[in-house]
């Protein structure tokens, strides 16, 4: 019951977001109104974390699974993308190669200052 409560929660916030996009003229995704109400939420203390955390945890554990349709749609759609497959596949590399570089860079950042806090 604990998990319908909190994915309960998870949905009103995204229907939030569904609402938001129906009233506001910017080309902006539900999706995104909906995780920037979920963050401020957090962030505030309207909904504390303890609140949605197990229900979080879970959907991100199958996050995997949800990429699965994506995929069909992708094999669905191979005589457009056989076309530009290179430039595509080119692009995916050099992007995940710098995500993957910020990110570290930007970890080692916060831990570096997280270090010096502490040591101050």
Known sequence: MKYLKQF???LFISFLGEILRAVIPLPIPASI???VLMLTA???GILPLEKVRDTGKFLIEIMPLMFIPA???????WSALRPILLSVAVITVVTTVA????????????IRRDRRKKHE
Do not use: K
């Not at 995500?99 to 916060?110: A, E, K, L, N």
């Open 8 to 10: 309960g929660m998870i």
């Open 71 to 77: 995929a069909v749609g992708l094999l669905d759609s």
């Open 99 to 110: 995500v993957m570089g910020v990110s570290g860079r930007v970890t080692q950042f916060v």
């Open 33 to 35: 109104y909906g995780l």
């Open 42 to 44: 957090l962030l505030t």
